[in-house]
């Protein structure tokens, strides 16, 4: 049997294989940030599907963080029962699931939130409206913010919590220099600049205990001129690392800019697939706590062979299961063809008119000949 669909564990977290849904805004929340029953089935399908492990889409801790419509919250304890239901069908399929615990800073909604952004830094030129600098004595009321919220993930039957750091919301724009222009000890070198992570992960594991999987996403690269670099991650990583962080997931690329925006078209071939490799192999090469890699991955052969190399021990993918949910399955069952997905970033659009994400393309497909393969 392939590695790929052996058990392993992350911190007690038992999982069934190597494959990991990333975090996907799904668009199909209540307005206030409440599980729905599409939103619930679309989630369990990923589980019935075969996925080792699910993160949930972005979930916002206060409600100044929220990115965008729809969008899923665990901000307030009147959410548990709608969470208790996710994690329950989740289970009931087999799966596990983490929740992903995130605040856009400054690329939050204000037409959503009703207040100005939060800013790390408020510069000129940083965006076209208004942002608030965040002031020092409100940092711990964040930090308070991200630890409220792992306690009631844990509380909903979570399997773990993921704290968001990566693609320029707020704690990537901590640690990125394109963002984070401070002078005081959240700002300048590295370790200031991941002060608040140190200070989350603290509270979230105070929240949570030692036996409870708290995981990161942030990126290895910024990807734009000015933005954070494969040192300062390495750095980032390792400090964390020796926090009693217990898996990073590695990504990169700003909502801005560089390879994430927009995201890798046109992932045709091997070649244009694992697009963050270099910054893996980088990792594994200084940091000893297990790795999932994102970016770009559409070929079982790519995925097996970066977790043979070493490389990850961990493969996440998003885009392919919007199309896809029963992808993994379809892959036990020794159907090996690469993920239908074309990488269109078609599936975004109904997201942000407020329908829900969901695969565009497969859609027409079926709308035109009823009997195509979806």
């Known amino acids: 049997m392939s590695k790929l669909f052996q058990p392993s564990a992350i911190n007690g977290m038992t999982l069934a294989n190597r494959f990991v849904r990333s975090a996907t805004w799904e668009g199909l929340a209540a307005a206030d940030g409440g599980a ?14 075969g996925v080792g492990l699910i993160v949930t ?3 916002y801790v206060r409600p100044d963080g929220q990115a965008g419509p729809r969008q899923l919250g665990l901000h307030a304890d009147r959410l548990l029962p709608g969470l208790q239901a996710i994690t329950a069908a989740v289970h009931g399929a087999g799966g596990r699931i983490v929740a992903q615990l995130a605040h856009a800073g400054t690329f939050a909604a204000e037409n959503l939130t009703g207040t100005p952004p939060l800013a790390v830094s408020a510069f000129e030129g940083l965006a076209g409206t208004p942002r ?20 009631r ?11 968001h750091s990566a693609h320029g919301y707020l704690l990537s724009q901590f640690l990125s220099p394109a963002f984070n222009r401070r002078t005081d000890e959240y700002g300048g070198p590295i370790y200031n600049r ?18 409870y ?18 040192e300062d991650a390495l750095e980032t990583g390792s400090v964390l690392a020796d926090a009693g962080l217990d898996a990073i997931e590695l990504s990169g690329g700003l909502l801005t800019g560089g390879k994430l925006s927009p995201s890798r078209t046109r992932i045709s071939s091997e070649e244009k697939e694992a697009y963050f490799q ?10 000893d706590i297990p790795l999932i890699l994102v970016g770009g991955i559409r070929s079982f052969e790519v995925a097996e062979r970066l977790v043979k190399k070493g490389l990850a021990d961990y493969i996440a993918m998003s885009r392919p299961f919007i199309r896809e949910p029963g992808l ?47």
């Open 36 to 49: 729905t029953p599409e939103l619930v089935a679309v989630l369990a399908a990923l589980a019935a599907g």
């Open 213 to 230: 999987p708290v995981l990161i996403k942030m990126n290895g690269r910024d990807h734009v001129p000015g933005g954070l670099e494969l």
């Open 278 to 287: 270099e910054e893996a192999r980088a990792f594994r090469e200084e940091i």
């Open 57 to 59: 889409g972005h979930a």
């Open 194 to 211: 991941c002060r608040i992570h140190r200070q989350i992960l603290a509270g979230v594991r105070e929240a949570v205990g030692e036996a």
């Open 132 to 151: 608030r600098e965040i002031a020092r004595e409100e940092i711990p009321g964040l930090v308070a913010a991200y630890t409220a919220a792992a306690r």
């Open 153 to 163: 993930a844990k509380a909903a039957g979570f399997d773990g919590v993921q704290i």
């Open 328 to 374: 993994i399955a379809r892959w036990k069952a020794g159907d090996r063809r690469r993920a239908v997905c074309r990488s269109d970033n078609l599936c975004f659009r109904p997201g942000l008119a407020g329908d829900g994400v969901y695969c565009v393309t497969a859609a027409a497909e079926k709308a035109s000949s009823p009997g195509a393969p979806t």
